[in-house]
């Protein structure tokens, strides 16, 4: 079964660049790539899906290499507010072909002043 | 526009007990999804229904049941709860085919079997 890992935790600064990776060795062919962050008590809420190369979109950049066995979630600038649990989820349900979603153990990001 | 919604929020139940939860989506979406929640496990998938009248086995299955008779609305059920089942319940819902698009989640139930 594919395994999608995460570092446990990360700490940061205010106004500084943070780059979580989350590795998926077994991904397969039609598999996506997308991230989500979650507050405590919350449900998860998106940021940003990849499929390959580089996504950017107004609160975040996925960066996805060729082999696409890795991808790093890019948040520039964090501010305390961005202190949250972050998840990669891998994979990909098709009507009839079946498909798998599995998500990481999370990242929890503390952003200090 | 709600979004999607779960209930209840809360729930304690004994062991044997049976109970459902209750998602509701009001974005006409065709996927819906049951998630489990565990302490340094992040989201695992239940259950998953690709519209209308269908369903299908998601990663851990085992001891639910679940019913889509509206496109709207997901249920699941634990027919004999168990102390194993203690965990948040997150409903979501797509689109289309996930993960090729955003989820949106439901604030979750958080459920206690003694």
């Known amino acids: 079964l594919a395994k999608t890992t995460q570092p446990i935790s990360m700490d940061s600064y205010e106004g500084q660049e943070v780059n979580i990776t989350c590795s998926h060795n077994n991904i397969a062919t039609n598999d996506y790539i997308t991230w989500y962050q979650q507050f405590p008590s919350q449900g998860p809420r998106f940021i940003i899906q990849g499929y390959k190369t580089k996504v950017t979109n107004e609160v975040a950049s996925l960066f996805i290499p060729a082999d696409r066995k890795s991808s790093t979630l890019s948040l520039p600038r964090v501010s305390l507010s961005d202190t949250a649990v972050y998840y990669c989820?891998?994979?990909?349900?098709?009507?009839?072909?079946?498909?798998?979603?599995?998500f990481g153990q999370g990242t929890e990001l503390s952003v200090k002043p | 526009n709600a979004g999607v919604t779960q209930t209840p929020k809360f729930r304690v139940l004994k062991t044997g007990q049976s109970m459902t939860l209750l998602c509701a989506q009001d974005m006409n979406h065709e996927y819906m999804y049951w998630y489990r929640q565990d302490p340094g496990m992040g989201l695992r998938l239940i259950h998953y229904s690709v519209g209308e009248g269908t369903t299908a086995k998601g990663e851990v299955p085992d001891g639910y049941n679940v019913s889509r008779l509206k496109k709207q609305n997901f249920l699941l059920g634990l027919e004999s709860a168990a102390p194993s089942q203690t965990s948040v319940y997150f409903c979501a819902s797509s689109y289309s085919s996930s993960g090729a698009y955003e989820q949106y989640f439901g604030p979750g139930t958080r459920l206690t079997v003694t």
């Open positions: 989820l891998v994979g990909v349900l098709i009507y009839n072909q079946g498909g798998k979603l599995i």
